[in-house]
């Protein structure tokens, strides 16, 4: 195997566009489906191709609550500057734009999440910024309203990033994390907004079910 040069066209020659199972057609995305060679490949192909573990080849349970919340109610992002941290495959960038949002960044490490956001904007017609910068510990650039989905699986990552989110909400910024019961997410102070029934793979996941939360950071108080 070589490593890949063109990421955008290995990303479609081994996705399938498709909807989700909570959105269903609304919005469609290049994701891995099981009968494609991209789900298979091991730890060792992998590094071969150098790609990243394709977190982006996959719609979280908790980014499908989070963009579904936002797309059942749009008055919070409309008209508003929104972040999408962490986008991975960019469900939440999307929906944020298709509700009305004024400008959308959404912002990945991997650049393969990226290259997967931008095509999945294109096939939902759509236009939005991105960026491989990492903006956690960065002061606010002027957004009204932060979205994170399925950050909180990897201890002291998910530490750093929520202190990051709690830092940002105290500065009157609207900081919405969708999240299905991760071991690391924050265990007092959030706000339980709604929660979706997500069916997800047990190939995936240890359930074909996802019990998925919206949740937000308060900007009155912040966990000792």
């Not at 919070?76 to 009305?100: N, P, T």
């Not at 909400?169 to 999240?179: C, H, P, R």
């Not at 265990?187 to 997800?200: A, H, P, R």
């Amino acid at each position: 195997m070589t490593p890949i040069s063109n990421p955008k066209n290995f990303i479609t020659q081994n996705t399938r566009s498709t909807g989700t199972p909570l959105l269903g057609d609304e919005i469609e995305l290049y994701l891995a489906c099981q009968d494609l060679p991209l789900w298979q490949l091991g730890e060792e192909e992998l590094d071969k191709l150098q790609l990243p573990t394709p977190f982006w080849a996959f719609a979280w349970a908790g980014g499908q609550a989070l963009s579904q919340y936002i797309r059942d109610n749009p008055d919070i992002v409309r008209g508003k500057r929104v972040l999408d941290f962490a986008c991975g495959c960019g469900i939440q960038a999307i929906a944020a734009k298709m509700s009305g949002a004024k400008t959308v960044l959404a912002t990945d490490i991997d650049p393969f999440a990226i290259a997967a956001t931008e095509l999945n904007a294109e096939n939902n017609k759509v236009s939005l910024a991105t960026t491989t910068e990492n903006l956690v510990g960065k002061d606010n650039q002027g957004w009204d309203v932060i979205l994170a989905g399925d950050v909180c699986y990897e201890g002291p990552m998910a530490k750093e990033i929520t202190s990051w989110l709690w830092q940002l909400s105290k500065t009157g910024v609207i900081v919405l994390m969708g999240d299905p019961g991760r071991t690391y997410l924050p265990k007092s102070g959030l706000k339980k907004l709604i929660s979706y029934g997500v069916q997800t793979s047990s190939a995936l996941e240890d359930t074909d079910v996802r019990n998925a939360c919206v949740w937000e950071f308060p900007r009155d108080e912040q966990p000792s």
